[in-house]
């Protein structure tokens, strides 16, 4: 499966956006889906994953509550909707798709897909 992320931008603290994943090839509803960012100098860390259906979505602690990530099967899209957002979101992030199980993929190794990153640049 091919992923194309898109929807990055430059805003300011307490924006919002929407970062869209695109899939093409292989049967999208049979992968969970990740998104993961990298920021500077760091590891790339898990923000959220969503189950196959679509029916949860499990978070970091740090996203919590501002971030909700959602999938439209038909049109083989996933979805993270960001609010509120803060400086320390900025980072690229990437989405991945994995034919493992639930337990993990909050675990980037878990992934067997990977999309090409969008940039979240978020100033204060």
């Known amino acids: 499966v091919q992923l194309q992320a898109s929807g990055g931008g430059s805003v300011q603290a307490g924006d919002s956006l929407r970062l869209s994943c695109t899939a093409s090839?292989?049967?999208?509803?049979?992968?969970?889906m990740g998104w993961f960012r990298q920021a500077p100098g760091k590891e790339r860390e898990f923000v959220a994953t969503?189950?196959?259906?679509?029916?949860?979505?499990y978070y970091a602690d740090s996203v919590k509550g501002r971030f909700t990530c959602s999938r439209d099967n038909g049109k083989k899209i996933v979805y993270l909707q960001m609010n509120n957002l803060k400086p320390e979101d900025t980072a690229v992030y990437y989405c991945?798709?994995?034919?493992?199980?639930?337990?993990?993929?909050?675990?980037?190794?878990?992934?067997?897909?990977w999309g090409q990153g969008t940039q979240v640049t978020v100033s204060s």
């Open positions: 090839g292989g049967t999208f509803r049979n992968y969970y």
């Open positions: 991945a798709a994995s034919t493992g199980v639930l337990s993990s993929t909050q675990d980037l190794n878990s992934y067997n897909y």
């Open positions: 969503i189950t196959r259906g679509g029916s949860s979505a």
